[in-house]
């Protein structure tokens, strides 16, 4: 999942693309990205949104 989200948000790559590197369906990943987000936002709910930024998103996440 960590790897998802980097080659999504770091490196920019879309869906198909991320799913053909990964020799996996294109809703393969729209579904994993689905479930990273809803973890992502149970996890934003225990901490405050002023001054948020993704490099602290990526490390409540990795943390985690």
């Given at each position: 999942q960590k790897?998802?989200?980097i080659k999504k948000f770091y490196r920019?790559?879309?869906n198909?693309?991320?799913a053909?590197?990964?020799g996996v369906s294109?809703?393969?990943i729209r579904n994993r990205l689905s479930k990273?987000?809803?973890t992502l936002k149970r996890k934003f709910k225990?901490?405050?949104f002023e001054g948020v930024r993704f490099p602290l998103?990526?490390?409540l996440w990795t943390e985690g």
């Open positions: 790897d998802t989200i920019g790559m879309t198909v693309d991320i053909a590197e990964e294109e809703a393969a990273i987000y809803a225990k901490v405050p998103i990526f490390r």
